[in-house]
């Protein structure tokens, strides 16, 4: 399984962009979805995750009311909709995937097997 995550570019602050992530197979297969993100000289940290089955989602504190994860199973694709983006969310986004990640582990990296090349969003004026 491969996953290509898509949609970074350039937005100025209070913008909005959508993140894609396509799976080359079923989504069914994972239990958790989950986007993560890179800025420069810092380590990469949990954005948010969503359930592939009942779709709950968790968002990390400095995103949450921001942004939105949701999917489509029959498309097998995940998004994250990024509005109100500010500067210091500045990073290369990296989409993950796990088949046995449970909830305690959705923030831990170790914890998923699949992951796609990032994407970079930069929010600057």
């Known amino acids: 399984v491969q996953l290509q995550a898509s949609g970074g570019g350039l937005v100025r602050p209070g913008g909005s962009l959508r993140l894609s992530c396509a799976a080359s197979?079923?989504?069914?297969?994972?239990?958790?979805m989950t986007w993560f993100r890179q800025a420069p000289g810092n380590e990469r940290e949990f954005v948010g995750s969503?359930?592939?089955?009942?779709?709950?989602?968790h968002y990390a504190d400095s995103v949450k009311g921001r942004f939105t994860i949701s999917k489509d199973n029959a498309k097998n694709t995940v998004y994250v909709q990024m509005n109100a983006l500010r500067p210091e969310d500045t990073a290369t986004y990296y989409c993950?995937?796990?088949?046995?990640?449970?909830?305690?582990?959705?923030?831990?990296?170790?914890?998923?097997?699949?992951w796609g090349r990032g994407t970079q969003v930069t929010v600057s004026s």
């Open positions: 993950a995937a796990s088949s046995s990640v449970i909830l305690s582990s959705l923030r831990t990296q170790s914890a998923y097997a699949y």
């Open positions: 197979g079923h989504t069914t297969r994972f239990r958790y």
């Open positions: 969503i359930a592939v089955s009942g779709g709950t989602t």
